[in-house]
C-alpha cells in the first residue's frame, strides 16, 4: 500500500516536473517489426556525488544519448523515479500508471488495456501485450509475479524486466513463455555488474515472448559518455510483425 500512495503522489509530481529535455526524434521503423528496450536505471536517488562517474544526472544524459541511438519502438524502464522522465526524448510518451517502473512508446504509436502492480506494468501496444517486469528474488514473490505473468497471457505477448532471477527459476516456477534468447540460441551473459565491487549476478533481465517471432537480442555494454549507464545492461530485442 505505501508502494501505491508513492507511485500515485510520484505522478503528481510528474506532471508538474519541467518539459523533457530536446533531443532528437527517434528514428521510424520500417513497419515489419518492433524494437523493445528494456533497462534497470537503478533510482538516481542513490547517486548524488556530483564529483563521481555515477552521479546520476551524467549517468541520465548517457542514457539519452543511448535511446536516441539505438531508437526503439518501446521502452521498458525499471528502478525509475520522476526526475528520470526528463531524459527520454521527446519523441517518447509515457503510458500507464507505473513510475517506478514505467512503459514508454514512440508518439506515433497507442497503447490500452493498462494494468499495474507493484512488480509489473501492462499495457496493449499494436496489439501486442507488452509487461515490464521489476520482480525480486526471494521464492514467494517470484512466483507470484510469474502467476500474474502468466494471467495476463493473449497470445501474442512479450514480457521483460528486471527479474531478478534466473532464467530457470523463472521456468521451474511454471512461466508459460519462452526465452528469447533461448529461442536465438544466445547464451546468456550477466546483465547485472554492480558499481562498487566486482561480482557476477549472470542474466537476470529477460525477454520471455509468447506467440511473437525474436529476430534479435543484444546487451548494450557502451556507456555513450559514461563508464556505465547503469549498474545494469540495457537489453533490445526485435520482434517481427504479422
Not at 518492433?34 to 563521481?52: A, G, H, P, Y
Request: net charge neutral; proline share 6%; charged share 20%.
Amino acid at each position: 500500500m505505501i508502494r501505491l500512495l508513492f507511485s500515485l503522489l510520484a505522478i503528481l509530481v510528474t506532471s508538474l516536473a519541467a518539459t523533457p529535455l530536446p533531443a532528437a526524434e527517434p528514428t521510424e521503423n520500417k513497419g515489419d517489426s518492433l524494437v523493445i528496450m528494456s533497462f534497470n536505471v537503478r533510482e538516481w536517488t542513490r547517486d548524488t556525488d556530483k564529483s563521481q562517474d555515477t552521479f546520476w544526472k551524467k549517468r541520465m544524459e548517457s542514457m539519452r544519448k543511448m535511446i536516441e541511438d539505438v531508437s526503439p519502438d518501446i521502452i521498458c524502464l525499471q528502478e525509475v523515479l520522476p526526475p528520470v522522465g526528463r531524459y527520454i526524448p521527446e519523441g517518447y510518451k509515457s503510458v500507464g500508471l507505473s513510475v517506478s517502473h514505467p512503459i514508454y512508446i514512440r508518439k506515433t504509436l497507442s497503447a490500452s488495456k493498462h494494468r499495474f502492480s507493484i512488480f509489473w506494468e501492462s499495457c496493449v501496444v499494436s496489439g501486442l501485450k507488452i509487461v515490464n517486469v521489476h520482480s525480486r528474488w526471494e521464492s514467494d514473490i517470484v512466483a507470484r509475479t510469474v502467476a500474474n505473468v502468466n494471467g495476463q497471457l493473449t497470445g501474442r505477448d512479450v514480457a521483460c524486466g528486471d527479474w531478478n532471477t534466473f532464467l530457470g527459476t523463472l521456468l521451474e516456477a511454471g512461466l508459460k513463455m519462452e526465452s528469447a534468447r533461448t529461442i536465438l540460441g544466445i547464451p546468456e551473459t550477466d546483465t547485472f555488474t554492480n558499481f562498487t565491487k566486482p561480482e557476477s549476478h549472470g542474466a537476470i533481465d529477460h525477454f520471455f515472448v509468447n506467440g511473437v517471432k525474436p529476430l534479435s537480442y543484444r546487451m548494450i555494454t557502451e556507456g555513450y559518455g559514461s563508464p556505465r549507464i547503469s549498474d545494469h545492461y540495457p537489453i533490445v530485442l526485435t520482434i517481427a510483425l504479422p
